[in-house]
């Protein structure tokens, strides 16, 4: 019987492809082990020419960041006609822009954290969002480029003057205190949600991707039986009202002081990383799905039109 090919997009030339390539390389080994035909590409230079060469029956989508998951790569496989795996074309683009997403959390009823656009210095001057405040650019993931802003400093201008350099747009957001929870969608299912508890000052790049960052994860989430249904059933919203597929992991802070909006989602990740830190294989792991059983549901669930 002829094995089905499978092509791991892996790499590029976004901030997170160092991410990309562990995950890819992870998704790769677990793919040959299950009995796939597979081949690993870096998606950079002219690699558009070795996929076609290559003539996979689908593709494995493990790249991070910008073009891997804001709907260009995707643009390029429904082009071709190659069945790939996670959200397609316009859910992938809508949730790498964070201020396209808020809009339609709120359009939605999901609470998320109140906001500000800034495209200048002067944005940021004239801001009322007060302090602590979140600076980030509004189309990154892994956190690049994220600053919390505790109290008045000169260097946050200088900061926010450096990152205009960069970006266009930048959302500056109000900071939510209490504890960062991640739940993980596997299809039309809110499959469980863990805690993450950084030794930084927050939950950075480094924080999520080096074992030296020390970063404690804890599952089962220890929050009330009522407050841990409605972060899963808003992950499930959140991801159904973005129109994503196959896995994404949302981010959210849980504050217990508060008696009514004690829950707010942060953004939904439609490209999860799958390292051996990273959180949707620990949460599938969890509640009995091996690593390998994980990799081969995202790739049959691959399809174009997505």
Known sequence: ?????????????????????????????????????????????????????????????????????????????????????????????????????????????????DYLVVTSLQDFKNSNIGYPCVIKPNNEGSSVGVSIFTKPKKSDEEIVISLLKKYKLLILEKYIPGREVQVAVMGSKALGAIEIVPTRSFYDYEAKYSAKANTKHIIPVKINETDYKK?????LQAHNILGCRGIT?????????????????????????????????????????????????????ASINR
């Open 1 to 113: 019987m002829k094995r089905e090919k499978v092509t791991v997009l892996m790499g590029g030339t976004s901030a997170e492809r160092d991410v990309s390539l562990d995950s890819g390389k992870a998704c790769a080994r677990a793919l040959a082990e299950i009995g796939f035909d597979v081949t690993s590409l870096d998606a950079k230079d002219n690699f558009i020419e070795k996929l076609i060469k290559n003539k996979p029956d689908k593709v494995f989508n493990a790249l991070h960041g910008r073009f891997g998951e804001d709907g260009s790569i995707q643009g390029l496989l429904e082009h071709l006609k190659i069945p790939y795996t996670h959200s397609g074309i316009l859910s992938s683009a809508i949730a790498m822009d964070k201020l396209i997403s808020k809009k339609i959390f709120k359009s939605a009823k999901i609470r998320s954290p």
């Open 231 to 235: 972060i899963l059933d808003m992950a």
């Open 249 to 301: 992991r949302s981010d959210f802070r849980y504050n217990e002081t508060e008696k009514i909006n004690k829950i707010y989602i942060l953004e939904v990740n439609t490209q999860p990383g799958m390292t051996s830190l990273s959180l949707v294989p620990e949460i599938a792991n969890y509640y009995g799905i091996s690593f390998n059983e994980l990799v081969k549901w995202i790739i049959n669930d």
